[in-house]
């Protein structure tokens, strides 16, 4: 009741929440990305199930915040660099999340069909739960990191994590759709994931790289695309009234014509 009370709570749980959602949104767009490799009645299953593990892991890595600390000891040392158990963690997550954009990237090239049988696209589902996991693991120990150093109430980063990914599961639906509608789109998003993929595995070797520029990158980049998508369907719109209008004309010539 105190913190409910308390205005500098609310506003530490506004801002929290606010922070989450940005940091969740490479974590949509990976989610997005493999769960639409699978039968369309299977997408939003996997979608939900993907981000209810993501909220898990975040509420489970909260509630062992002694472990989280002990994480930050180094373990070893490289080249007079220390590793840390969350350096291994990120560099092994960013490795991956480079390798599995890469492949996504290759197969949207080369092309590839979907499986719709039953045991294989049984086996798909499990694989994309799989992959969503451990990159939900590395997205929510630099999540909840970040929140530990942000708010001191466990209670706060608890409900904003929460709140957090109730509005990811809201839009990842839409983000899917929107992703899937537009190859484009989902060429830039690839992008997107190695460019994070080497953000990772440099704050793993402690070389480190404001979020501030990455996800300024970002939202220029799909401001410009947003923009040749509307070009596109000017064009388009152009297209089909010239072809009304000449269509229009011939069929004016043909009644003359007749007349």
Same mark, same amino acid.
């Given at each position: 009741?105190?913190?409910?009370?308390?205005?500098?709570?609310?506003?530490?749980?506004? *801002?929290?929440?606010?922070?989450?959602? /940005?940091?969740?949104? &490479?974590?949509?767009?990976?989610?997005?990305?493999?769960?639409?490799?699978?039968?369309?009645?299977?997408? !939003? $299953?996997? $979608?939900?199930?993907?981000?209810?593990?993501? *909220?898990?892991?975040?509420?489970? %890595?909260? %509630?062992?915040?002694?472990?989280?600390?002990?994480?930050? @000891?180094?373990?070893?040392?490289?080249?007079?660099?220390?590793?840390?158990? +969350?350096?291994?963690?990120?560099?092994?997550?960013?490795?991956?999340?480079?390798? #599995?954009?890469?492949? =996504?990237?290759?197969?949207?090239? @080369?092309?590839?069909?979907?499986?719709?049988?039953?045991?294989?696209?049984?086996?798909?589902? !499990?694989?994309?739960?799989?992959?969503?996991?451990?990159? &939900?693991?590395?997205?929510?120990?630099?999540?909840?990191?970040? !929140?530990?150093?942000?708010? $001191?109430?466990? =209670?706060?980063?608890? !409900?904003? /994590?929460?709140?957090?990914?109730?509005?990811?599961?809201?839009?990842?639906?839409?983000?899917? +759709?929107?992703?899937?509608?537009?190859?484009?789109?989902?060429?830039?998003?690839?992008?997107?994931?190695?460019?994070?993929?080497?953000?990772?595995?440099?704050?793993?070797? &402690?070389?480190?790289?404001?979020?501030?520029?990455?996800?300024?990158?970002?939202?220029?980049?799909?401001?410009?695309?947003?923009?040749?998508? +509307?070009?596109? #369907?000017? $064009?388009?719109?152009?297209?089909?009234?010239?072809?009304?209008?000449?269509? &229009?004309?011939?069929?004016?010539?043909?009644? +003359?014509?007749?007349?």
């Amino acid at each position: 009741m105190e913190l409910l009370a308390n205005p500098e709570a609310w506003a530490a749980f506004f *801002m929290l929440t606010a922070l989450e959602i /940005v940091l969740g949104i &490479d974590n949509i767009i990976f989610i997005s990305i493999l769960t639409g490799r699978l039968p369309a009645h299977r997408q !939003a $299953r996997a $979608r939900f199930l993907g981000l209810s593990l993501a *909220m898990l892991m975040r509420v489970l %890595l909260l %509630l062992s915040l002694a472990w989280i600390m002990r994480l930050t @000891e180094d373990l070893f040392t490289v080249l007079g660099e220390g590793i840390s158990g +969350r350096d291994l963690i990120l560099i092994v997550g960013g490795a991956f999340l480079l390798a #599995k954009a890469t492949r =996504e990237i290759h197969n949207s090239l @080369e092309g590839e069909e979907h499986v719709d049988g039953g045991g294989a696209a049984a086996a798909g589902f !499990a694989s994309v739960l799989v992959q969503i996991a451990v990159i &939900d693991m590395v997205f929510s120990l630099d999540s909840v990191i970040t !929140a530990v150093g942000m708010v $001191r109430d466990l =209670e706060i980063m608890i !409900a904003a /994590v929460i709140v957090a990914v109730g509005v990811m599961m809201l839009a990842a639906g839409s983000i899917a +759709r929107f992703i899937e509608g537009h190859p484009t789109v989902k060429m830039l998003a690839l992008s997107f994931l190695i460019l994070v993929g080497f953000t990772l595995v440099g704050e793993g070797v &402690d070389f480190h790289t404001p979020k501030g520029y990455i996800y300024t990158a970002m939202a220029f980049s799909f401001g410009v695309e947003m923009l040749n998508i +509307r070009a596109k #369907k000017a $064009r388009e719109g152009h297209v089909r009234l010239r072809k009304a209008q000449f269509g &229009d004309l011939v069929a004016g010539a043909r009644e +003359r014509e007749t007349a």
